[in-house]
């Protein structure tokens, strides 16, 4: 089945360093990539999505790009913030799935000031 | 953004008991959510999807008679586990989607709660 494979945590860098989050995905469609994001004590909100390949999500700095070549959809970040400290997730959904999330087992990333 | 709570956000519970996790969109009407639970260091699984006034959709895999699901009104749901074992330890959370809303996209999610049976 459709699976998504991601970084293991957690990732510890100094502020102003640069990130990356590895996440690689198996499907048999064409599917949907995402990036949620949880902050301490909240919910998961989405960060940024793409919908085909070759897209780049971006937000807040942080961008994505879908690579179909190699299954991938790493999370970069040019220049980290201690406020991005937090649990990443890498997500996909299938086109003809109402409803089904398929995510990634979570990366904890702090950043030290 | 909108805004989903999920209570309690952290319960601890003797093995035999029942525990209620409660899910509310506070600032829209959710047609449909969703119950996810997931152990340490695996991924997020989905367990149910809920819509309001119609009985749950479990995954397979997913007792339905171990985790009863209530989604009364559009506002609410709740997740029952009942006859909790210390296997049932885990993090459960929920998330709601508003009448209009791509998959992914209009997505809204609780904090979470962890639940830990002694």
């Known amino acids: 089945g459709d699976s998504v494979t991601q970084m293991e945590g957690p990732v510890t860098l100094s502020e102003e360093a640069f990130l990356t989050i590895n996440c690689t995905y198996t499907?048999?469609?064409?599917?949907?990539l995402f990036w949620y994001v949880q902050y301490p004590g909240e919910g998961l909100q989405l960060l940024l999505k793409?919908?085909?390949?070759?897209d780049k999500g971006s937000n807040k700095g942080f961008e994505a790009t879908y690579r179909k070549e190699t299954t991938s959809f790493h999370l970069e970040k040019g220049s980290v913030q201690v406020s991005d400290s937090a649990v990443y997730f890498c997500a996909l959904s299938e086109r003809n799935s109402a409803s089904k999330i398929i995510f990634g087992s979570g990366t904890r990333l702090s950043i030290r000031p | 953004g909108a805004v989903v709570s999920q209570h309690p956000s952290r319960v601890i519970c003797k093995s035999g008991t029942s525990v209620k996790i409660e899910c509310r969109s506070l600032?829209?009407?959710?047609?449909?959510m969703f119950w996810y639970r997931q152990f340490p260091k695996q991924s997020l699984m989905l367990m149910a999807t809920?819509?309001?006034?119609?009985?749950?959709?479990?995954e397979q895999g997913v007792e339905k008679d171990k985790f009863l699901i209530n989604h009364a009104s559009l506002t609410l749901s709740t997740l029952t586990v009942t006859s909790a074992h210390p296997e049932d330890s885990s993090f459960y959370i929920c998330?709601?989607?508003?009448?209009?809303?791509?998959?992914?996209?209009?997505?809204?999610f609780g904090s979470g709660t962890q639940l830990s049976v002694l």
């Open positions: 809920s819509n309001e006034g119609s009985k749950a959709t479990y």
């Open positions: 499907a048999t469609g064409y599917p949907s």
């Open positions: 600032d829209f009407q959710a047609t449909t």
């Open positions: 793409a919908t085909k390949a070759d």
């Open positions: 998330s709601a989607r508003p009448f209009s809303g791509t998959v992914g996209e209009k997505l809204f």
